[in-house]
Structure formats: C-alpha cells, structure tokens
C-alpha cells in the first residue's frame, strides 16, 4: 500500500481524477499494441512493416500507434533510403521514449512473476551477466519497498 500524506490523507477532500499521472500515462500508452510498438522499439526495430508484423496488428492500426506515439514523443520519424528505392521514414525512440521504458520492463517482471506458463525470458546486466531487476529508489539511493512508499504533493517553486 502507497501512503498519502498530507493534504493527500484525506481521501475525501481531492480527487486524482484528470490529475493522476497513471491516469495521463494511461491515455498515452493504454493501448496492449502501443506497449508493444514500445517493446518492438526498444528491441531496435525500426521499421513500419516490421512493428506490425512483429506485433502482429494490421497495417492501420500499426499507422494509428505510431502516429499516437510520434505525437506523443517517445517516437520520432526519421527518413531513411534505401539504394534504388524512394525515401521512407523510419521510427526511434526520443529520450522520453527511453525513460519509459522502466514501465514496460515493469510490467514483463510482473507478468514473469505472477501470470502462468514458461517464462524462459530474463533481463540481465550485459556488464556482469547478472538478472536485472525494475526497482523503485529515493534521491538519497535506498532500495523502497512498496509498504515504505509514499505519495506527497509537490513543494511550489514559489515556496
């Protein structure tokens, strides 16, 4: 359990309805064919016909994604040609692309631990070869277990 704090403790005077940033991520990335146009990127796919044909989505809705996603900035166009072809535009992770991908790690840790079947998968530290794990950390380093985890509003820069 998260502990609100604050002006937060009491559940009866706020809502997080239209200011959640769960609820705001969701809208970005809500889509099971956005986080894996997501996945697919991170993998170093590029390519228009290889995101739906790795994500296994039609040719519209992979448009339909990638264009959400531009838009979004975690993905930009950028043009590409190939000898003798004409020019197309390929599909990168912007550097906000590449700090949400913790969520999406996230989320195959979760899916590895708790849902059934084989899960032969792992994240590993390609400096050690050691597992890798998602982690939730304060400024000072320490390790923040979920019942040590709390939620304050943010201090205005005006005091």
Not at 8 to 17: F, G
Not at 109 to 119: A, N, T, V
Not at 122 to 133: K, N, Y
Request: charged share 25%.
């Amino acid at each position: 359990m998260t502990f609100l704090q604050g002006a937060l403790a009491d559940r009866d005077k706020w809502s997080a309805v239209g200011q959640c940033a769960i609820e705001k991520t969701m809208t970005v990335v809500g889509t099971k064919s956005a986080m894996l146009i997501m996945r697919e990127a991170y993998y170093g796919t590029t390519r228009f016909d290889d995101f739906a044909r790795r994500v296994g989505i039609t040719k519209a809705a992979t448009s339909a994604r990638l264009t959400e996603l531009v838009d979004l900035g975690l993905l930009a166009r950028r043009p590409y040609r190939e000898p003798g072809q004409r020019s197309r535009e390929e599909y990168v992770l912007t550097e906000a692309g590449i700090d949400f991908m913790p969520v999406v790690w996230s989320l195959f840790e979760w899916g590895r631990h708790h849902l059934p079947g084989r899960h032969k998968l792992r994240l590993t530290h390609l400096g050690c070869g050691a597992e890798a794990s998602v982690e939730i950390r304060c400024a000072e380093g320490h390790l923040v277990p979920s019942d040590e985890l709390g939620m304050r509003l943010a201090k205005s820069p005006n005091g």
